[in-house]
Structure formats: structure tokens, C-alpha cells
Antibody, heavy 123, light 106 residues
Framework: QVQLKESGPGLVQPSETLSLTCTVSGFSLTSYSVSWVRQPSGKGPEWMGR???????AYNSALKSRLSISRDTSKNQVFLKMNSLQTDDTGTYYC?????????????????WGPGTMVTVSS | ETVMTQSPTSMSTSIGERVTLNCKASQSVGINVDWYQQTPGQSPKLLIY???NRHTGVPDRFTGSGFGRDFTLTISNMEAEDLAVYYCLQYGSIPTFGAGTKLELK
């Protein structure tokens, strides 16, 4: 069955770089795109960026200067790196499987989510 | 960036009640809206895609509607398991979520 799982450090120092890994199973990274979504405690989620199935990437313009998403298809992993972390980057970070349907109408949705990993930015 | 404004922020409901949640886009997004449900400590779960299509396994008491800027999620017969926070999402070039509507028991 489809599964995604995020992993990474729970605590990051201010101004440091966050590195997270999303390990997937039950689908191929060359058939489906994977997004990163984060959510501060008590607030709505924020889409951060996407690794397309063809290896291309897309980023939220608000984060683009600090964010990099890559993958290793042989290991079924997608990676997130974000630099210059500040306290307002604290929250739960999720990876999601994206499903895109183009016919008969265009649809796009996050149909599977990992359990999330909590990241705290603090000294 | 398209801003999604959800109303109300929270709502007190009763079991068996009909509940209507609203989501308004800052510009027209066609039918490019999904709805997600999040219970405490859990990841969001897809309910509705393309404004009105129920995802696999979603009970038919959940109905989505709308086009352009105004969207609605209706729960026809509230059940205890529906107490959660509901988010709308528009999936344009930069997908954006609303801030959510929290359903609580009266």
C-alpha cells in the first residue's frame, strides 16, 4: 500500500539548515510527484514545493530562495533542504503524494500524506 | 498568490445537524479547489477534489460545491467522527490553503 514517512532532526538552531527525508513505498517517484507541506501549530498548512515525477521541481515563491528539493529514485526518497531557519519555521513538516488528472477535467490533490515530523527552531 | 478565506473560523454543532463551511478565493480559481479534514494529531485527509468530487471512501454526507471564487463544503448529517478542522486548498501554480474551520460540539 502507499506509504510516506518523513525523517529528520527534531531540533534545529536558528540560522542553520534543515534537512528532511521522505521515504516512500507503494508507488514510483517516476510516476507520481511528491510535495512538501508544512504546518505551524494551530495554523493552516503551507505548500512548500514539489518534486515532479519527471525530476523537475517547483517552489513556493515565498520560500524559493531558501529551499531545495531533490530525490534519489533508487532509494525511493525525496529530500528537502532549507537554509537560514528562523523560529517561525517551527512546525510539522509533511510529504505528500500528488495525484494529477488532466482528462476530462484538470484535477490535482494530495491523496496520501506522511505522519509528519515536528521541527523546532530554537537555540 | 491566491488567498483562501474560510468562514466561520469555528462552529459549534450537534450530532445529526447539517453543517455548511465556506471558502472564498481572492481571485477566480474555476473548480480548482480541494477540501481536507484534519483530526487532532493526524495528517490532513482528502475529502473533496475539483470542488465537488468525493474522494474514494468518503461518506456521501460530505458534499462540495462552488465555482470561481465561492466554495462550500456541506456535511448533511453530522457525526461525532466529523469533529475536526476542515481546510480548503486551491491548486493553482502556487497552491494555497485556507486557515481552517474547526467544528466543535455544542
Amino acid at each position: 500500500q502507499v506509504q510516506l514517512k518523513e525523517s529528520g532532526p527534531g531540533l534545529v538552531q536558528p540560522s542553520e539548515t534543515l534537512s528532511l527525508t521522505c521515504t516512500v513505498s507503494g508507488f514510483s517517484l517516476t510516476s507520481y510527484s511528491v510535495s512538501w507541506v508544512r504546518q505551524p501549530s494551530g495554523k493552516g498548512p503551507e505548500w512548500m514545493g514539489r518534486m515532479w515525477y519527471d525530476g523537475d521541481t517547483a517552489y513556493n515563491s515565498a520560500l524559493k530562495s531558501r529551499l531545495s528539493i531533490s530525490r534519489d529514485t533508487s532509494k525511493n526518497q525525496v529530500f528537502l533542504k532549507m537554509n537560514s531557519l528562523q523560529t517561525d519555521d517551527t512546525g510539522t513538516y509533511y510529504c505528500t503524494r500528488d495525484t494529477e488528472i488532466v482528462m476530462p477535467s484538470y484535477y490535482w490533490y494530495f491523496d496520501f500524506w506522511g505522519p509528519g515530523t515536528m521541527v523546532t527552531v530554537s537555540s | 498568490e491566491t488567498v483562501m478565506t474560510q468562514s466561520p473560523t469555528s462552529m459549534s454543532t450537534s450530532i445529526g445537524e447539517r453543517v455548511t463551511l465556506n471558502c472564498k478565493a481572492s481571485q477566480s480559481v474555476g473548480i480548482n479547489v480541494d477540501w481536507y479534514q484534519q483530526t487532532p494529531g493526524q495528517s490532513p485527509k482528502l475529502l473533496i477534489y475539483g470542488a465537488s468530487n468525493r474522494h474514494t471512501g468518503v461518506p456521501d454526507r460530505f458534499t462540495g460545491s462552488g465555482f470561481g471564487r465561492d466554495f462550500t463544503l456541506t456535511i448533511s448529517n453530522m457525526e461525532a467522527e466529523d469533529l475536526a478542522v476542515y481546510y480548503c486548498l486551491q491548486y493553482g501554480s502556487i497552491p494555497t490553503f485556507g486557515a481552517g474551520t474547526k467544528l466543535e460540539l455544542k
